[in-house]
Structure formats: C-alpha cells, structure tokens
C-alpha cells in the first residue's frame, strides 16, 4: 500500500509539472508577437496562440478554415504552401487576405511531429506576421528599379541613334583641321598650323570617345547585331597591331604579336573582334611607361567545333590594385590615381567584356600593382580545321628543291 502511495505521488507531480510547462508554452506563445495556429491537414483551424494580424481575425479560421480566409487570386499558393508542409518541407507563403486586401500576410508552416505510420492525418503549425509594410517597401523599389530601367533604355535608345548626327559635324572639323596642318591650300603660320595640329588630335580623341559611347548604348539598347562570318584570326590581330605600332613607337613601348604559325579560323564578327584587340592593346600601351613590353597572342584551346579562342594581352606596365580590378569592365570604370584616369574614359574594356559576352565568351583581368596586367578574353568560335574526305582531291604542294 506504502509503495502505491508512493507511485500516486510520483505519477502526480509529474501530471502537476506538465500541467505548468504545458502553461509556461501557451503563455510564451500567447505574448508573441504573431500569430501562431495549429492546423489539421486541409487548413482548419485547431488552436491559436498569440496576437493575431488585424487582417486575419482568429474566429473565421476556427469556422471556415484558412484557404477562406485567403484573397482568391492568393488562394493556389497557399494550398502549395499547404502541401509541402504536409509532405515534410518548410513552407513559405505571401498572400493578401480577403477581409483587407491592401494588407499582406507571411505565413510560414511546418508540419507538427515527425510522420506517423498510423492512418491519423498530420497536422501542422503556421506562424502568421503582417508583411504589410514589408510588402509596401518591395513595391516602391520595384517601381524604382523599373523606372531606372525605363530610363537607362530610354538613354541608350537616344543615344544609338544619335550616332550620325555626333559624327557628322566632328568629321567635318577633323576633315578641315587636316587639310590645314597639311597647308594643302598654301602656307599658313606656323603658330596657326600648331593649333590646328591641336584641334585634329583633340577631334581625333572625341571621335574614339563618341564611338566608345556609341557602341556601348547600341549594346545595351539590344541594337549591336553582329555580322558572323569566317576568318583567320592571326588577319586581324595583324591589323590591330599596325593601328598600334605608331602610339607604342612614339612612347617607346616594345609592342609584340605571338600567333600561331598555321591558320586560326574562328567563325566571329570581324569587326567586333578587331575592336576587342585594338581597345586592348591601346589600353596597355596607354598603361605601359617607356621602356615597357606589351604582348598580344592568339591560340585555339581545343581542335573540335566551337572550342575557345583565346586572346591575351600582357603588359609591363602600371598594374591594377586588387580594390580596383572588381569594378574594371563596367562602363566609366578606371583605376588608378587621378593622373591615370585622365588618359581614358573608362569605356574600353566595358566594350570589350560586352562584345565578348556577345559572343558567348567572358573577359578576365590578372594584375599586380606596379608589375603589369594580362587581359584574357576566351571566346568559344574556333572552326576546326576539316580532316580531308577520302578520295577528295588535294592540293600537293610542288616540291622546289627537286
């Protein structure tokens, strides 16, 4: 009897600690500051706890349900919501509720317990925040970002088809500035033919900036088309090269081209190619002081259809620091000090990053400060050379020496 008097007791204070932390729950749950619901499978409401949204009364849950609750148009997501919580997962949902449909309502849910083998449906717990404000915030910075949007499109549309009226009145004062540093109509002062040296070189400066810009809003305007056609690469990386070769020979800059010695074909836009190395190599002999080595090379990463051509330029000159090398690629981005970012406008290797992701391919830069720079750009355009068909006529080279 001693003994079962003892077991009563036991089994008694443990019902009585129960009871108080069953108590200690619902009180933390009821002064929190959402709403906290337990619900069978189809979204009925079984229990509540806490501060309810103003939007989302508790008593209709109890009757009619949550799915009811919703705003119609919401009501698909949450019974997604609702499955995936029913099926294990954690469920997220944003709707609007049908009493208040400014109002937002963030619904997060779980389902209660691990899952049972019996034939009892599982039940879940939601908790239910007003993201009223939240949701207000998002749709002002989505208006934002479309009308920044709008504007920037509106920008670059102006700007692409601007290019004939930019152009034409600056050909005409390169055209008649030449004509008078060349005294091809008789002799002019020299004091006079000096500043019309001045005004063909500053011409010649803002016609490379007004192509630059050009051609970075055509992209960004969705109007570059390019002209896709077959070539050999060592072609027009040659070309590049003797545009340069005058700049890199005045400032004393040993300019070098590494090529492969048999043909590489690659099926590309020839111009945007010849950009691509031209606004490379002007950047890194601009970069590069006297004395400095800049090295352009050319080679075909694979022989199959569609493997990488990959450019590089490598110079000797200034370098970029690391802070800086993040923001290189994008329009009107430069590094260096202020001396440095007076010699460009930062729109060089933004065109060559967006013809080259034209192209399908990417640019990447490695640089160490006062040690030089090497731009990348690998584009998937080489054509594999064609293995010869048997019994397709060949071409024999004659022998000389025979």
Avoid: C, W
């Amino acid at each position: 009897a001693l003994a079962f008097r003892l077991s009563a007791a036991r089994q008694t204070r443990r019902l009585a600690a129960s009871v108080a932390a069953v108590a200690q729950v619902e009180t933390v749950l009821a002064g929190q500051p959402g709403l906290t619901l337990v619900l069978d499978a189809a979204g009925g409401a079984l229990a509540a706890y806490g501060a309810a949204p103003a939007a989302l009364p508790v008593d209709p849950l109890f009757d009619d349900g949550l799915v009811a609750a919703v705003h119609a148009p919401d009501r698909p997501a949450v019974l997604a919501a609702l499955a995936k919580a029913r099926a294990g997962g954690e469920a997220q949902v944003r709707f609007a509720p049908r009493l208040a449909l400014d109002r937002r309502i963030l619904m997060v849910l779980r389902r209660l317990g691990p899952a049972t083998g019996g034939d009892e449906p599982p039940r879940l717990i939601a908790l239910a925040l007003d993201a009223t404000l939240a949701h207000a915030r998002e749709a002002g910075l989505d208006a934002a970002r479309a009308e920044a949007e709008a504007q920037n499109a509106g920008k670059s549309r102006f700007l692409a088809n601007m290019s004939h009226e930019l152009r034409t009145p600056l050909n005409a004062v390169l055209g008649f500035s030449d004509i008078m540093r060349q005294r091809l109509f008789g002799p002019i002062p020299d004091r006079y033919a000096d500043y019309a040296q001045s005004i063909h070189e500053a011409g010649g400066h803002l016609l490379d900036l007004i192509n630059d810009v050009l051609d970075v809003s055509r992209i960004e305007a969705a109007r570059y088309e390019l002209s896709i056609e077959r070539f050999d690469v060592r072609e027009v990386v040659s070309a590049a090269v003797a545009l340069v070769r005058v700049q890199a020979d005045d400032k004393g800059v040993d300019l070098a081209a590494v090529l492969p010695p048999e043909a590489l074909t690659v099926a590309a836009d020839r111009r945007a190619l010849k950009q691509i190395t031209l606004n490379l190599l002007s950047n890194a002999v601009k970069f590069t002081p006297a004395g400095g080595s800049v090295t352009v090379s050319a080679e075909a990463l694979g022989t199959h259809p569609g493997a990488d051509l990959e450019l590089t330029v490598a110079d000797t000159g200034v370098g970029v620091a690391p802070e800086d090398l993040a923001r290189l690629g994008r329009p009107f981005e430069q590094a260096g000090g202020a001396e440095q970012r007076a010699q460009g406008t930062g729109l060089g290797l933004s065109l060559v990053r967006s013809l080259a992701e034209l192209h399908h391919g990417a640019m990447s830069i490695d640089s160490t400060l006062g040690e030089g720079a090497a731009v990348t750009v690998r584009l998937p355009i080489v054509v594999a050379a064609r293995e010869p068909v048997e019994g397709e006529a060949q071409v024999i080279p004659l022998n000389r020496s025979a």
